[in-house]
C-alpha cells in the first residue's frame, strides 16, 4: 500500500492538471498561461507527485523561506523562474510556501512541424531540479513578465492563421532570454560556484585516493552530481562556466593526473593502475590517455624515468 502512494499522479493533457489545482478549462488544448492566484483546490488535496506529458515554465514572483541550492542554503525573496520538461516528476513539499506567479504549459504538439520542437531539447536548463532554479534581477523579471505578458495577450485573442506563429516566436524568445540570464547567474554566483569545484576536486580525490573505483569502478556524472545535490546537467553546466569543461572532462583530467602518479611513483603495470581507475579494460585506458597526453601510458612511464 505505501508504494501505491508513491506512484505520482500522470497527467497527459493540459486540461487534466487545469481539473486538479481547480482551474478554468484552457482556451487552447495545447497551450496554457495560468496564474498561481487562480488556483481553487486547497493545497491538502494536491497529488503528492505528479507526471506531466507537457513541457511547463513556471514564474514564482515570491519565495519565503530558504531553497536549498547545492549544498547550502540561501535565501531567495526575489522568486525564481523553473523550468520542466515532459515525463519529469514534480513532487509537491510537504512544507510548501505560499506564493503568486504564473506558469505556461506547453503540450509538445503544439510545437510539432516548427523548430523550436527541436531547438528546446537543447536548453539544459529543463533538465535542471527546482533548487536549481533562475533567479532574476529587477530588470530581469519585467524582461520575462512582458514576454509573459505577450503570450497571455495573444492567447486571450480570438484565434487565426497568426496565432500558433507569434506564440511559438514569443515562447522562443523567452527560453533564449531564460539562457543568456542563466549566464549571469553563473557568473554572479562565482563565490558559490567556486565553492563548488572545491567540493568536486575533493570529492574525486577521495574517490581515486581511497580507491573506491576498485569497488565502484568510474565515478559517474550522475554519481557525483548526486553527492553535490545537484543536477548532472546543471553540475556540468556550471562546470563549463567556470573552466570551460564539463563534468565528465573535469572526472577524465583528474584520472589521468592519478594515472600520472601510479606511472611515475609506482611499480605497477599499465593494465594494474587501469584496474586501479576502475577501467575493466586496459584498451579503453590507454586510449584516454593517448587522447588527452598524446602519449601512451608506457610512452609517458618511460619518458618519466
Not at 523550468?83 to 503544439?110: K, M, R, W
Not at 581515486?208 to 573505483?213: L, M, P, R, T
Not at 570551460?244 to 601510479?262: P, S
Request: hydrophobic share 35%; charged share 25%.
Amino acid at each position: 500500500m505505501e508504494s501505491e502512494k508513491k506512484i505520482p499522479l500522470k497527467l497527459n493533457s493540459i486540461s487534466a492538471l487545469h481539473k486538479v489545482l481547480g482551474f478554468p478549462k484552457p482556451s487552447h488544448p495545447l497551450i496554457s498561461l495560468v496564474n498561481y492566484a487562480d488556483i481553487q483546490t486547497p493545497y491538502e488535496e494536491w497529488p503528492k507527485s505528479i507526471l506531466l506529458n507537457f513541457y511547463k515554465i513556471s514564474y514564482k514572483k515570491s519565495l519565503t523561506g530558504k531553497i536549498k541550492y547545492g549544498q547550502g542554503y540561501y535565501d531567495f525573496d526575489e522568486g525564481g523562474l523553473s523550468f520542466i520538461s515532459p515525463n519529469q516528476v514534480i513532487a509537491c513539499a510537504d512544507d510548501e510556501q505560499d506564493y503568486s506567479g504564473y506558469t505556461l504549459l506547453i503540450h509538445p504538439d503544439f510545437l510539432r512541424g516548427y523548430p523550436l520542437d527541436n531547438k528546446i531539447k537543447t536548453f539544459g536548463f529543463f533538465s535542471y531540479t527546482a533548487n536549481e532554479a533562475l533567479f532574476l534581477s529587477d530588470r530581469e523579471k519585467q524582461v520575462i513578465l512582458s514576454v509573459f505578458e505577450n503570450i497571455r495577450e495573444e492567447l486571450d485573442n480570438t484565434i487565426d492563421d497568426f496565432s500558433q506563429d507569434l506564440v511559438i516566436s514569443h515562447i522562443e524568445v523567452l527560453l533564449n532570454y531564460s539562457n543568456r540570464f542563466y549566464k549571469r547567474q553563473f557568473i554572479t554566483r562565482k563565490a558559490v560556484n567556486h565553492d563548488l569545484l572545491a567540493k568536486l576536486e575533493q570529492l574525486l580525490n577521495n574517490y581515486f585516493n581511497k580507491e573506491e573505483s576498485l569497488s565502484r569502478g568510474l565515478p559517474t556524472v550522475e554519481y557525483l552530481a548526486e553527492q553535490l545535490n545537484l543536477s548532472p546537467r546543471y553540475l556540468s553546466d556550471v562546470l563549463r562556466s567556470l573552466t570551460g569543461h564539463n563534468a565528465q572532462q573535469k572526472i577524465h583530467d583528474t584520472l589521468i593526473e592519478k594515472a600520472k602518479e601510479y606511472l611515475t611513483a609506482t611499480n605497477l603495470s599499465v593494465a594494474e593502475v587501469a584496474f586501479r581507475l576502475g577501467f575493466e579494460h586496459p584498451q579503453s585506458f590507454n586510449k584516454l590517455f593517448k587522447k588527452k597526453t598524446n602519449q601512451t601510458p608506457i610512452e609517458f612511464k618511460h619518458s618519466s624515468q
